[in-house]
């Protein structure tokens, strides 16, 4: 016998991966049994060969994407939480940056990969690495921002009873009350970080990443091949998400 | 530290004190001409219906707020002064314990504010633990821990620089009555061991009743003090939950209800009457 609850946790992660199996099997059969040319849409089990056959670029390629995205995330990381220390702490500041973040956040940013990448030259990964920073920027500014305010009026009170200096108050209160916020936003920027490096390879620079495989691929029609390319970048934004997530989980575990 | 003078029999003077606060609509009069001396050790509860500005008062003496009028003393210089040497300690109606802490590193926290050395901190964490009764959750965080449980923290951390005064907004105001019944018991045994001063916020008369050496009745619209009541049961630290059941203990409860109700001609909104 098992509770309620166990059955509803366990449904909960059957329900999803009974439906991923029935799509591929129901792919698989459309490709195979069905009309559809395995050319224009290759099916799960040939991509899954292309996977395996070409496993070593794949994790090269997802190396390279991979750096690019995670020192995207770590610069923008680093800036969104400073620049958020800053406008906390000055209402002018605050004043002036506003305006720019909130320009910033409806920027598509990958629509300055060619601009970069002829600023920084054809051979550089320094474009994708700004661009991957540049998106993670803004989400991880603006959730500090907002957690750097959550500070509980009981808290403020108290650090006031103690006649805690400035510095004090920033390490005892406001900083330990951010820290979920700030993780919140490194979660929702950790995808953006790869969506980012990987799309700003299809504007041209050096070559071996997941993103200029993917097209390399797709335009000589290999088109399994580019399919398994996609597979690769859809593990790579997974396990950044599950890492982010997990620092998340971590960071919150004692607040709310 | 306890830094008070020792010349000082006061811990609180409040002489014609008035707090208005401007909101759109106007000004409003949260007290009004509030006259009240607290003694050294002395157990002073403030009762009244909502909006008799009885936390507001308390907020004054603790320096959160500004008065706009009249003359506030604690410990014979100015609250913001008594503030500074760390006169007093306070607990709200909320623990407002930090989540992030395990329960000795909150009791610490005030301490650690002031750069008391890790060992001494050590040692009065563990004799406050022991005061409260909490020695084997020292290292639990808050969220691990039933309301009373917090509360009894908060205010351990009240305690931890010996205040010559307490301040008390409603600490209980949150609890069920069973444990409310057993943090009054246990505030009294506090109260005797560290003979801090106490002024009291509270909405029960019971309550009041049970802990107070004197009761302030207030009554709403503006902010008045109706009538001080003693309590004549004796010394608050000889106190126990027997008293609960005494009938000079309900001749006090009377009392105060009867002054609560001389306050405000209609029914006292906000007071429990039980």
């Known amino acids: 016998m098992s509770s309620p609850a166990q059955a509803d946790s366990r449904a909960r992660i059957i329900a999803p991966v009974v439906v991923g199996v029935l799509v591929l099997v129901g ?13 224009l849409l290759p099916s799960p089990a040939s991509i899954w060969a292309q996977a395996v056959e070409f496993a070593p670029s794949l994790l090269s390629a997802a190396a390279i994407t991979g750096t690019n995205a995670l020192v995207g995330l770590l610069a923008g990381s680093i800036l969104g939480i400073v620049a958020a220390l800053i406008a906390s702490t000055s209402r002018l500041v605050d004043h002036l940056t506003a305006p720019s973040v909130a320009a910033l956040a409806v920027i598509p940013i990958v629509s300055l990969a060619p601009v970069l990448n002829t600023m920084f030259g054809a051979d550089s990964q320094f474009s994708r ?30 650090m006031l009873v103690y006649a805690a200096s400035p510095t004090q108050v920033m390490r005892a209160v406001t900083l330990p009350t951010a820290v979920p916020f700030v993780f919140t936003g490194i979660r929702i920027a950790s995808s953006l ?64 | 530290m306890n830094t008070a003078p020792a010349h000082t029999e006061h811990a609180v003077v409040v002489s014609a004190l008035g707090k208005t606060f401007s909101v759109k609509s106007g000004d409003v009069v949260a007290l009004d001409d509030i006259t009240l001396t607290v003694e050294a050790g002395e157990f002073v509860s403030l009762i009244g219906p909502s909006g008799c500005g009885k936390s507001t008062l308390l907020r004054l ?5 500004q008065p706009t009028s009249g ?55 563990n004799e406050l633990l022991d005061l409260v009764g909490l020695g084997e959750f020292a290292e639990k965080y808050p969220d691990q821990l039933s309301g009373g449980m917090q509360q009894r923290v908060a205010i351990a951390r009240a305690l931890a620089e ?22 009054q018991t246990e505030l009294v045994r506090i109260c005797a061991e560290t003979k801090a001063a106490v002024v009291f916020v509270t909405h029960s008369i019971p309550e009041a009743v049970f802990l107070s050496d004197r009761v302030v009745v207030m009554s709403p619209r503006p902010g008045r003090i109706e009538r001080i009541v003693p309590m004549q049961l004796g010394s608050t630290s000889a106190r126990a939950d027997d008293l609960r059941e005494d009938v000079s203990f309900f001749e006090m409860v009377t009392a105060v209800r009867e002054a609560l109700h001389a306050g405000s001609e209609h029914a006292p909104r906000g007071v429990e009457l039980r």
């Open chain 2, 162 to 183: 010996r205040p010559a005064l307490l301040l008390m907004d409603e600490p209980f105001g949150a609890l069920d009555e069973m444990t409310r019944e057993y943090m």
């Open chain 1, 27 to 39: 792919w698989q059969l459309l490709v195979t049994v069905g009309e559809v040319d395995d050319y």
């Open chain 1, 129 to 158: 690495q700004a661009i991957a920073g540049l998106a993670v920027f803004v989400p991880v500014f603006v959730n500090t921002l907002r957690g750097l305010r959550q500070t509980r009026q009981v808290h403020r009170d108290l």
């Open chain 2, 61 to 65: 003496i603790g320096d959160l707020d």
């Open chain 2, 71 to 125: 003359t506030l003393e604690v410990f014979g210089k100015s609250p913001r002064q008594a503030r500074l040497d760390q006169d007093y300690g306070i607990a709200f109606q909320q623990a407002g314990l930090l989540p992030w802490r395990t329960v000795r590193a909150n009791i610490e926290l005030p301490l650690e504010v002031h750069g008391v050395a890790a060992k001494a901190r050590t040692a009065r964490a």
């Open chain 1, 193 to 256: 970080a790869v969506i980012s490096a990987l799309v700003a390879e299809y504007f041209g620079g050096p070559r071996g990443g997941l993103g200029g495989l993917i097209s390399t691929s797709a335009s000589s029609s290999a088109y399994a091949r580019a399919w398994a390319y996609v597979l690769g970048s859809i593990a790579l934004g997974l396990a950044f998400f599950l890492i982010t997530l997990a620092l998340e989980r971590f960071a919150t575990r004692r607040q709310r």
